[in-house]
């Protein structure tokens, strides 16, 4: 299941490198088009005003889900939209939080054995975040997600 949806995430990565246009998506193609309000307003069912709040709540990021297909509808044109991880994949997402999580346990674990005077080495400290990173990908624990 990570492995499908991951390749349906990656389908939108080069989508995030484009830049939305400064007056918005709708006022831009409303414009390319060369459809004036109205226009839009008639093929909408709404008023020329409807339309001016429509193109400033996509400008402003309040508009729906629903306004855009709707407009992509009337556009002739379908709305795609989709999330694109920071980290490049939800797999490269996964590792960084697990990694992140391991790495606060076991130098949890470190500090009080050292407070012991058991403290372990750099280098066992390591493996021992590399095992505990891979367990937690193998479980993916809620905790994770904290």
Do not use: C, H
């Not at 939800?90 to 960084?96: D, F, R, S, T, V």
């Not at 407070?115 to 750099?122: F, H, P, W």
């Amino acid at each position: 299941m990570l492995q499908q949806l991951n390749s349906k995430l990656l389908g939108f990565a080069p989508l995030s490198r484009i830049a939305i246009p400064p007056s918005g998506w709708i006022k831009a193609i409303r414009n390319t088009l060369g459809m004036s309000m109205q226009q839009l307003a008639n093929k909408l069912s709404i008023s020329k005003q409807g339309v001016l709040d429509i193109e400033k709540r996509e400008a402003d990021g309040s508009i729906t889900i629903k306004s855009l297909r709707e407009l992509g509808r009337v556009l002739d044109m379908e709305l795609v939209y989709g999330f694109v991880p920071k980290d490049g994949s939800l797999e490269a997402m996964i590792e960084k939080k697990s990694n992140e999580l391991a790495t606060k346990i076991v130098l949890r674990t470190s500090n009080t054995m050292q407070l012991e005077d058991q403290g372990n080495s750099k280098e066992r400290i390591e493996k021992a975040i590399k095992e505990r990173t891979e367990e937690i990908k193998n479980e993916l624990p809620k905790i994770l997600w904290d």
